[in-house]
């Protein structure tokens, strides 16, 4: 067994869950139960990457797909005799089955894959962290390694204001957010719209530059770009990037509106209200205000503003009348990525310290329901928190955090109840391999029982899918 729907298969075909729901398979696989796996399947579970190479240029890591399907030797990865040799050993290069290759993010919350990667390679993009700024063009171009707050200080360093942002405060690179457990957001536009070019190393190798202003001398796939963009998780691994960039402006702040009674919901409506022209609009609760601004910080929306200093003028001038009156609702504080480097990353540690399984995508207009219902799925009496960020056409990107350790029980037991809060009030959830699965499905096995029937009619000689691959179950 090689592939994810190998292992998948082979366990709805054992009889301990041959009458199972999807989601009972589901569960089984992601806790390694095993009371209802058969031992091959759960060997398979325990598998994950064999090697990790450190990549220092772009094309070290297209030079790695290539490897991985046979269109270039390993000899092509310029590695010691020693390391080469470990290499084609441990990652079974003579096999006719391509190698997978994966990206080491560079934050790891608890979104765990139900069936991990089994073998192969794991690249660590870690040295691939350059940001050049494109005055003429103005563009940042951000390498595939370089962190989310490195690549927004460089922007702001030099003047120019990036509309996008981590949905969470924690120190995502650029592909963590791109094609990781990251998300970028932005009150603006879609991040898609932000993206001028992509290099993109498709699956086989070959590298793609996606675009939809410039006309590169390396291949170009317009129409692929917007694709790309959405599901690159599931295309390619994102080398390079390439950000649209607003104008020039020294006109920047952010602004904190505290949340009357602790309402945050209807604080952040408030504020939508107002219809001011932010660039970042974020809300937390109380637990979550303590591990970002302090123990003594309230639940509040913060809007930070950017652009002509006329413009922001006014807007804080709107903000002013409408909250600051009581005196006291209203007050300026540094941006959340706006801070320091070093205060940052403190921040993003406390943050990791508590579990995050994923977001969920909600209308601002039901964030309020959407907590009530999470807070009647959790386990009564866990300390839980939430951050808030405002993305286009208002939806909200909701992160819950749990004080709760970080095993895969607990893992599955908060991810159902992300999943059951956004199933309640029509809402999807984001950044998280185990939810897609989770919904209820009592027909799944029936299903593939029937496919199953119909592929052998359909191949009697077994040659386009030998029976060996699921043999023994």
């Known amino acids: 067994m090689r592939s994810a729907a190998e292992i998948a298969a082979a366990a709805m075909e054992h009889p301990a869950l041959a009458e199972a729901t999807r989601e009972e398979v589901v569960q089984a696989l992601f806790l390694r139960d095993r009371e209802r796996l058969p031992d091959p399947v759960l060997a398979a579970l325990q598998r994950g990457p064999q090697v990790v190479l450190q990549a220092e240029k772009l094309l070290e890591v297209a030079k790695v797909l290539k490897v991985a399907n046979r269109a270039e030797s390993t000899t092509s990865l310029g590695l010691p005799v020693g390391e080469y040799h470990a290499l084609r050993t441990a990652v079974d290069v003579d096999q006719d089955m391509r190698v997978p290759v994966s990206v080491r993010p560079r934050v790891d ?88 070019t992509m290099d ?44 649209d960039l607003l104008p020039k402006t020294k006109a920047y702040g952010t602004f904190r509106v505290w949340a009357e009674d602790g309402d945050v919901g209807a604080t952040l409506q408030a504020v939508l209200d107002t219809d001011v022209p932010a660039l970042r609009v974020d809300a937390y609760d109380g637990r979550t205000a303590s591990v970002l601004r302090g123990p003594e ?26 909250f600051q009156k009581p005196p006291g609702k ?63 056409n208002g939806t909200v990107l909701v992160a819950p955090h749990f004080e709760e350790s970080r095993d895969r029980n607990r893992i599955l037991t908060m991810t159902q109840a992300l999943v059951g809060a956004a199933e309640d009030v029509g809402a999807s959830v984001l950044g998280s391999q185990l939810a ?17 029937r119909v592929r052998s009619s359909l191949d009697l000689a077994g040659v386009l899918e030998p029976d060996d691959v699921v043999k023994g179950f």
């Open 109 to 196: 919350i608890g979104t765990e894959a139900v069936i991990p990667q089994q073998g192969g390679i794991q690249v660590d993009v870690t040295a691939l962290d350059k940001v050049r700024i494109n005055p003429r063009e103005r563009t940042v171009t951000a390498y595939c390694g370089a962190s989310c707050k490195t690549l927004l200080d460089g922007v702001r360093k030099a003047g120019y204001v990036l509309p996008l942002f981590p949905s969470i405060p924690l120190d995502f690179s650029v592909h963590d957010v791109l094609a990781g457990p990251g998300t970028l957001r932005s009150p603006r536009l879609s991040p898609a719209d932000a993206i001028r």
């Open 200 to 243: 993109v190393a498709l699956p086989t190798g070959d590298r793609v530059d996606t675009g939809r202003k410039r006309v590169s001398p390396v291949p170009v796939g317009y129409a692929f770009h917007g694709f790309l963009a959405a599901a690159g998780r599931n295309t390619g691994i994102p080398l390079a990037v390439d950000f």
């Open 297 to 322: 910080a309230p639940p509040a929306v913060e809007v930070t503003l950017a652009g002509s200093p006329a413009v922001v003028k006014a807007s804080k001038e709107i903000l002013v009348e409408r």
């Open 330 to 392: 209203m007050d300026t504080v540094a941006g959340l990525f706006e801070v320091r480097r070093e205060h940052f990353l403190k921040t993003a540690d406390r943050l990791l310290r508590n579990l995050i399984v994923g977001q969920a995508a909600v209308p601002a207009a039901d964030l309020k329901a959407y907590l009530d219902t999470l807070g009647e799925r959790t386990r009564p009496g866990l300390p839980w928190g939430y951050f808030a960020a405002l993305a286009a």
């Open 436 to 452: 897609p699965l989770l919904a209820a499905d009592k027909r799944a096995g029936a299903r593939h029982r029937f496919l199953a």
